[in-house]
């Protein structure tokens, strides 16, 4: 699929997910090396899967390839043994992503850089993306580390959403699905506030918000007849915060009423009032 015959059609761009697998250097002067590289064209308005795309790719140098992995499904050097060089498979993988806006997880700081440097030395130009997304930092920002760090592992494992892989295409669906999910759980708490944002759990409890220092606070109480448990910077809104200052101010009403009326029996009334509000 033409990026440019795509993107006329529908009038917005189409987004890629993309990874890439690498060796992981292990010595200085020791370089990196695409062995993987996977994506999906996804629409942006209905966020359907378009196309997809993966290849297995053979470095230049077989040697900085394991030969065995600690992942049961891991790359070899077996594996990209007999796969085509780069240079080979440049022209597809830059016709999916160049014009395109580019998504994954951390690929400003990581994929996006091997994949320049991948052109660069087959000395092609690069491809161009017209906008990019990086989950790392967008999830970081909006979601929040909930989920404990902000690694894919993490975040799927936290939505169930099964084990991340370590290869291209699976881990590029799985991107797609974390985000997919954030969103639903944001779009939620903004719609219900009041309701859903915090960590308040419980059953059969009412749930009460109060603000202290400008944060958010949660309490919980299980039905109006039990004390309120004590809670950090909860104060509750009653009229008066002590029977101390509860007494100060049924005598400055009983004598202003006095004064004011002149009318002996209302001191033995509001004795009596007293007496039930304590």
């Given at each position: ?12 761009p189409?987004?890629v997910?993309?990874?890439i697998e ?13 062995l993987?590289f ?8 209905k966020l359907?899967e ?10 230049g ?11 049961s499904d ?11 060089l780069?240079?080979e498979v ?5 016709s999916?992503?160049n014009?395109?806006?580019?998504a ?25 993306p ?14 929040g580390r ?20 370590h ?5 590029v669906r799985?991107n797609l ?7 639903t ?9 009041s ?10 409890t009412?749930?009460t ?9 949660c ?8 004390p309120?448990t004590?809670?950090?910077g909860?104060q ?7 029977r101390?200052s ?5 005598s400055k009403?009983?004598?202003l009423?006095c004064?004011?009326?002149g ?16």
């Amino acid at each position: 699929m033409d990026a440019s015959t795509s993107s006329s059609k529908e009038g917005t761009p189409e987004i890629v997910f993309f990874d890439i697998e690498t060796n992981v250097p292990n010595r200085a002067g020791q370089r990196f090396w695409v062995l993987e590289f996977g994506a999906i064209v996804v629409c942006p308005q209905k966020l359907v899967e378009l196309e997809s795309y993966s290849t297995l790719i053979r470095p230049g140098d077989l040697s900085v390839v394991a030969l065995r992995s600690g992942r049961s499904d891991g790359i070899t050097r077996e594996t990209v043994a007999n796969a085509p060089l780069f240079k080979e498979v440049s022209d597809k993988i830059f016709s999916i992503l160049n014009g395109r806006v580019w998504a994954g997880h951390n690929i400003r700081r990581f994929d996006c850089i091997r994949i320049k440097e991948a052109f660069a030395e087959i000395g092609r130009p690069a491809p161009i993306p017209v906008g990019m997304i990086d989950s790392l930092g967008v999830l970081t920002d909006k979601f929040g580390r909930r989920a404990g760090n902000m690694k894919m592992a993490t975040l799927a494992s936290y939505f169930k959403l099964g084990q991340q892989k370590h290869r291209s295409l699976e881990d590029v669906r799985m991107n797609l699905e974390v985000l997919k999910n954030c969103a639903t759980v944001l779009f939620l708490e903004a719609s219900l506030p009041s309701l859903l944002n915090g960590n308040c759990r419980g059953s059969s409890t009412i749930t009460t918000r109060s603000r202290s220092n400008g944060k958010s606070l949660c309490r919980e109480e299980t039905s109006r007849k039990s004390p309120p448990t004590a809670s950090i910077g909860y104060q509750r809104a009653v009229p008066y915060a002590s029977r101390g200052s509860l007494e100060k101010m049924t005598s400055k009403v009983k004598n202003l009423l006095c004064r004011a009326q002149g009318n002996q029996p209302l001191n033995s009334i509001l004795k009596h009032s007293h007496s039930l509000l304590r």
